[in-house]
């Protein structure tokens, strides 16, 4: 069955530093992937996604890349503002299946 | 545009009690989907329903059952309310694989 391993919280850093969230998969077929993001008090919406192997997937200076070859869709940020504090989630539908898989969640907190 | 509303927004609920938790979605969208999330576990799937008219099972459906007489309403119910159906629960739509968007949530503790 599909499943995804996201590396475990919490996450602690200053504004400006570099983001990475680990992110890797099983799954049968050619799974869709996703990172959502959920700030606190909200629900979760899509951050970005990628179809297909080695297409990028980027929005609000967050970027992740389908990495065939290593099951993986690691979330990247270059310099994290306050604001990108939240809970990211990583997640996959297969080819014949409209339900998403998530990973456990990572807690994020970026301090002034 | 509205997008996803869920009903009610937190309730207490006493053990062995029954309660409907509403999803109404504005999109048309053909598949719906409610989720529970728990500290830890992330979001597990409950129920799914691919169109209206047909629902499924998810990972976790023992002690909720749903209903999809219509494309906007996902109803989500708890016949009998226990203790560990304490969470915070998620309504979704999507059409077809394509992206899933989320309701607010509706915090629900069961005493």
């Known amino acids: 069955g599909n499943s995804v391993t996201q590396m475990e919280g919490p996450v602690t850093l200053s504004e400006e530093a570099f983001l990475t969230i680990n992110c890797t998969y099983t799954?049968?077929?050619?799974?869709?992937l996703f990172w959502y993001v959920q700030y606190p008090g909200e629900g979760l919406q899509l951050l970005l996604k990628?179809?297909?192997?080695?297409d990028k997937g980027s929005n609000k200076g967050f970027e992740a890349t389908y990495r065939k070859e290593t099951t993986s869709f690691h979330l990247e940020k270059g310099s994290v503002q306050v604001s990108d504090s939240a809970v990211y989630f990583c997640?996959?539908?297969?080819?014949?299946?409209?339900?998403?898989?998530f990973g456990a969640g990572t807690t994020v907190t970026v301090r002034a | 545009t509205a997008g996803i509303t869920q009903a009610p927004t937190s309730q207490i609920l006493a053990a062995g009690r029954s309660m409907t938790l509403r999803c109404t979605q504005d999109?048309?969208?053909?598949?719906m989907y409610w989720y529970r999330q728990d500290l830890g576990l992330g979001l597990r799937l409950i129920h799914y329903?691919?169109?209206?008219?047909?629902?499924g099972k998810g990972e976790v459906p023992d002690g909720y059952s749903v209903s999809r007489a219509n494309t906007d309403d996902f109803p989500l119910t708890l016949a009998s309310a226990v203790p560990s159906q304490t969470s915070v629960y998620f309504c979704?739509?999507?059409?077809?694989?394509?992206?899933?968007?989320f309701g607010p949530g509706t915090r629900l503790l069961v005493l």
């Open positions: 329903s691919n169109t209206a008219g047909t629902t």
């Open positions: 997640a996959l539908t297969s080819t014949n299946d409209y339900k998403l898989s």
């Open positions: 799954a049968t077929g050619y799974p869709s």
């Open positions: 990628a179809t297909k192997a080695d």
């Open positions: 979704a739509s999507s059409e077809y694989q394509e992206t899933q968007y």
């Open positions: 999109m048309r969208h053909n598949a």
